[in-house]
Structure formats: C-alpha cells, structure tokens
C-alpha cells in the first residue's frame, strides 16, 4: 500500500510543466518588449528623416516662388495647389504624431503588463512551496494563465493594428511626396517657356536696335546690353541729355514702342538703364560722388524715354559708379568706354 501511494502521489506532481510554461511565458513577454523597442527606435528614425525631407521640400517651394513672383498672374493655381499639398502633409504629420502617442500609450501598458507578470512569476514561484502536496492547480490559478494569454493575443492584436496604419501613413506619404515633385516639374517647366518667350523678344529688339544704330560707331554692343558713351548723351560732369543724345533715344523709344505692341501682357519684362562712370572723382554741390552722378544719368534717360510714351513701370534705372568698369587702366581711350550708359531688355 505504501507503493500504491508514492505511485500516485508521483503520478499527479505536475507542477514542474507549469513552471515551465510561466518561463516561456515570461521570455515571450520580453521578446516582445525588444521587439517593440527596436521598432519604436526605427519608427522615430523614419519620422525624423521624413520631417528633415518635408522641411527641405518646403525651401525649395519657397526659393521656387521667389523666383517666380513675375508669374503671379499665371501661377496662381498652381500657387494654390502647391498650398493644398502643405495642407494635406501637415496633416499627415499630425497623423503621424496621433500614432505616435498610440504608440507610447502602447509601449507603457505594454510595460506595465510586463511588471505585472513578473509580480505574478514571484508570487507563484512562492506559492510553489504550498502546492507541492496538492493534486492540481486551483481553478484561480487556471483563471489567471488564461488572463494572461488572453491579454498577450490582444498586444499581439494592437501591434499588428499599429504596423498597418503605419504602412498606410507611409503610403500617403509617398503620393504627396510625388505630387510635390509633379507640381515642382510643372513650374520649372512654365519658367522655362517664358524665359525663352522673352528671349525671342529680346532677340528681336535687340536686331533692329542695332540696324537702327549701327551708323554710330561710338554705339557698342556687348553680349546682350547696347552701350552708349556718355558723351553721346551729356556734357561732361553733366546730367542734362544734349540734343544728339535725344536724338539716338527717340530711335531707342520708336524701338522699344513697336516691340512693346508684341509682348504678351503678362510677360514681366521691363528695360534697364544702367548709369556708370570712369574713376575720375568729382565732387561738386550736385553730385558729391560719381554714385550721384551715375544714378542722375540713368534717372534722366529714363524720364526722357518715358516722355516718348515707354510705360514707367517698365523701366528701371541704376547707377554704379566708376565700380563696374569695361576697360581697365587710366588712359584717356579706358576712361572714355568706363563713361557709358547701359541698356538691357531683360525680366524684372
């Protein structure tokens, strides 16, 4: 009989299994912990790169219309298009940060869930003690290994729920991203049109001008700018136009009038005039430096050519001085090409 009892009493110790399912338990529960560790490290690395990329996409959407202030009129659309797909990647950002507060509310329950079973290892590995001379688990016992697997497949649950929004909000990404690059392909292909548009003109205003003012040998021309001598226009220290320097900007203005007729409205183009001087100082009550004197020149040609009817908000004028010089040294041949006046047809 005491055979038949340690028999049995042999037969019925099955504690150990469970033992080792709690460890396996236990370490699935921490791989778990790494896994969404190491995923939560690559998640932040993919937001940052994704914010330093967006910020650079939003220079470059600046720069591009900087540059392309003169389309205002045409680009409007576009100008709004461009502002819709910020709008929209500012809310995927926002989305981006919803996920990340699901996945830091995750992570801690995650965590807290850990802690809790490491309290419940301890209190059953004490507990182990007790149950050495009884026959099976309490049902309690049974209750609370179900909890537990039950609550690790909903975890498992929550994290496959949070890799697919996150696989969509990469998704969403990726098409803004492209519409971006669309929209950015649209412009540099509008600024392209016009800047050969305008060069047509330029071309052809540039062809006659110099027909008409080829008889002047003084008259030079100098990649796409014509350059008049001061001498031509005004006196010496002078910034009255003479009547031979009347006579060649009423040519320039017949000019100028006729091509005008042609250009589009909406191309932004305007004429420049561009005042410079020799390095000779001068120093008098009018004009206390050659920035004076250069500036008045340009000042005074463009109000003659828009007393011949050249629209003034096409016109600009500027004075440099004795600082851009065409011909270096001081004899009398240098000194005489450094006194000029500049004139470009270009964009504004």
Known sequence: MSGSRRRNRSSINVWPGYVDALSALLMLVIFMLLVYVVSQLYLSQ???????????????LNEISELLGLEQG????????????QDNLSDSLAQNEDLQVRLDASRNQLMRQTADAEARTERLANMNQELDDKDELS???????LRLSNRIASLQEQLR?????LDLQKEMTADKEGELEN??????????ERVNQLEQYQS????????????????????????????????SGSAQLGAEGKRELNKLAGVLLDVVETIPADLDWILRIDGHTDLIPINTPQFPSNWE????????????????????????????????????????????ANRRIEIKLTDR
Do not use: H, W
């Open 204 to 235: 052809e205003f540039f062809s006659r001008l110099r027909n008409i003012l080829a008889a002047n040998e003084n008259i030079r021309i100098v990649g796409d700018r014509f350059l008049l001598p001061s001498e031509l226009l005004f006196a």
């Open 293 to 336: 004197l250069s500036t008045a020149r340009a000042v005074a040609v463009v109000r003659y050519l828009a007393g011949q009817s050249v629209p003034q908000k096409r016109m600009a004028a500027a004075g440099f001085g004795e600082f851009s010089p065409v011909a270096e040294g001081t004899t009398s041949k240098a000194l005489q």
């Open 139 to 145: 049902t309690s016992q049974q209750n609370m290994i």
């Open 183 to 192: 929209v950015s392909k649209r412009l540099n292909t509008l600024l392209a």
């Open 46 to 60: 993919t937001l940052s790169d994704r914010n330093s990329e967006l910020a650079s996409l939003n220079q470059r």
């Open 74 to 85: 045409k680009t409007e659309a576009l100008e709004q298009q461009m502002l819709s797909v």
């Open 161 to 165: 729920q949070i890799a697919a929004a």
